[in-house]
């Protein structure tokens, strides 16, 4: 502490009259200090050393300004009161200045100062957003990406400028200064030349999360980051090294990543004819659960328009899923499991997809994950079925009198814990009926006890399902009124209904079906007391003048029949 001491009340003289040697003295002596104690960081602080130390940034000896860069980084580093202190003393805004006036100079001096000053202002930044957006804002990221294109050779400065783009790449404004740079192409340029383990990791460090940005995406994509992933794969998928299986899947998740942006995924798809596209195919095949998980991943990724979709369907994709489900049906992995529905499901939304894929057994292959207590495989095997039977009567009609389906659909309705999961269910239950139109199907979920969740389904805050249900409903009504009138009643359907009409909020779409739901009720001796026991005809008459017109002449009619049944 003595030693600290002399060393402040040195400098607070010297840095108003100094040699540079006395300087260096005094900072020798504050750099000790500091490294003994990692609790001196605040009393230079609370000293005041701060503003005379950011002062000696202005200095025009390298050796003092190294040392100050040391000191001024080792105060920072991990401490909310140096950042704050160098912040407020304009430290930050000096050392960037210093950085771009010798950025193209590669004399060992020079880039000694400027790995120190990278070292400094990660040490400033580290985990503070506010200060990583100042130094944005100042436009460090393309000195940075500058820095690094003409120091690639030297590799204490190349790390240092990684770990501040690591720091500074998480932030959203940072990726789209880094759009503009051209630091996709000295990425890769770096990573080419890695052997060692260490360093490829840091590069990934820093692609991940600029790799979450569609135009960054495209760069990587174009400045051949892709051919480096698929050697990396190549190289370690038979490898039982910690280091190797690491990388393995960093790379292959990172493929999955780059295929998330629409321009850089059309673009290696190449009609499906691509060399990176054909690659991932031979992923699914695998023994490599991560590789297995990244084939799935990717061609869910690259079955997000109809004409890939189409073109992967043709070309025999479907069987290699089903294969590989096959192999995760007992006890299997369940992220592959979810990856492979997940490809299924978007496979399966172009309509002359549905046909095929259900020939080809779909249905049967996902149906046999119906026992799986996992949320996430419970969620895509109900959206897959779902997407499948659209517009698919002899489908929906097969599983809608699968009674283990519907009693398991019925039961995940009330899978509160996970809404993405009930509302599947909801909604397939609700499918089942509007697409098979089948008394059978209707008898089946009747006997389930679906019937409540569909009234239930009727009042939730997404249109698209209340009109569902509502439709359902309806096909219910004209098709089975007698079996379904006790759980109609039970489950207070006109009361809702009511409650549907009298609301202003009400979509058009709502009000039209609601309205052509209670035509259909009358016909039910008991449900008929209830719509004449709730004034119905003064809601529906209002809904005459409604501003659409549909909506409108429905109400008339409804109004009409309703008189007539009074």
């Known amino acids: 502490m003595d030693n600290l001491s002399d060393a402040l009340k040195k400098l607070k003289i010297t840095t108003t009259d100094s040699t540079a040697d006395s300087l ?7 750099l000790q200090a500091l490294a003994q104690n990692k609790f ?12 005379p130390l950011v002062q000696l940034l202005n200095c025009k000896d390298q050796e003092v300004l190294l040392q100050t860069g040391r000191a001024l980084g080792n105060i920072c580093y991990d401490s909310h009161e140096g950042r704050n202190a160098v912040d407020h003393a304009g430290g930050a805004h000096i050392v960037v200045d210093h950085i771009r ?23 400033y930044s580290n985990e503070n957003d506010t200060l990583q957006s100042q130094l944005i804002n100042m436009g460090v990221i393309p000195t940075l990406v500058k820095l690094l294109g003409i120091h690639c050779q030297n590799a204490a400065l190349t790390e240092m400028c990684l770990v501040a783009f690591g720091n500074l790449a998480e932030l959203e404004s940072s990726k789209e200064q880094f759009a503009y740079t051209n630091i996709a192409e000295e990425l890769v340029k770096l990573f080419k030349k890695q052997i060692e383990h260490d360093k490829k990791e840091m590069i990934f460090e820093v692609l991940a999360p600029l790799a979450e940005n569609d135009v960054i995406k495209l760069q990587l994509v174009e400045a051949g980051l892709v051919e480096c992933l698929l050697e990396i794969v190549q190289k370690t998928v038979d490898s039982d090294k910690e280091d190797d299986i690491a990388e393995l899947k960093t790379a292959s998740d990172l493929m999955v990543l780059l295929l998330l942006g629409d321009e850089s995924m059309q673009k290696l798809f190449e009609g499906g004819k691509g060399s990176v596209f054909q690659r991932v195919l031979s992923w699914i095949p695998s023994n490599s659960h991560q590789l297995q998980l990244a084939g799935a991943l990717a061609i869910a990724n690259f079955a997000r328009n109809d004409g890939n979709c189409i073109h992967m369907v043709d070309n025999g994709i479907v069987q290699k899923l089903m294969d590989l489900l096959d192999r995760h049906v007992e006890d299997g992995n369940v992220t592959v499991q979810h990856a492979a529905l997940s490809a299924l499901r978007n496979l399966a939304i172009p309509v002359v997809n549905k046909a095929k894929m259900l020939s080809a057994g779909v249905a049967e292959a996902v149906l046999k994950f119906l026992r799986s207590e996992m949320p996430p495989v419970q969620f895509k095997l109900l959206g897959t079925l779902r997407m499948l039977i659209d517009a698919q009567a002899d489908a929906a009609e097969q599983l809608g009198k699968n009674v283990k389906l519907v009693e398991r659909l019925v039961e ?18 609700s499918a089942l009926i509007r697409h098979s139109k089948s008394k059978d199907v209707i008898r089946t979920i009747v006997q389930s006890g679906g019937i409540k969740h569909l009234v239930t389904m009727a009042t939730s805050e997404h249109v698209i399902m209340q009109n569902e249900a509502l439709v359902a409903l309806a096909l219910i009504a004209a098709l089975e009124l007698v079996t379904a009138e ?3 009643e039970n489950a207070q359907l006109v009361q809702i209904l009511h409650r549907l009409l009298s609301d202003d909020r009400s979509a058009p779409e709502i009000k039209y079906n609601s309205m052509v739901l209670i035509c259909a009720l009358i016909g039910s001796e008991p449900l008929q007391k ?10 529906v008459s ?5 501003e659409n017109k549909t909506v409108a002449q429905q109400a008339s009619l409804t109004e009409q029949r309703l008189a007539v049944e009074s």
């Open 24 to 30: 260096e003295g005094c900072l020798d002596c504050l």
């Open 40 to 51: 001196m960081r605040n009393p230079c602080v609370d000293a005041g050393l701060i503003p």
């Open 101 to 123: 006036s010798l950025c193209s100079k590669t004399d060992p001096a020079s880039e000694k100062l400027l790995t120190v000053f990278c070292g400094m202002l990660m040490n």
């Open 412 to 429: 995940w309705c009330e899978a509160k814990d996970h809404a993405g999961v009930m509302g599947e269910s909801n909604r397939l239950l």
């Open 486 to 488: 006790k759980d109609l």
């Open 530 to 539: 209830e719509v004449q026991s709730m004034a119905f005809l003064e809601v």
């Open 542 to 546: 209002k809904l005459r003048s409604h």
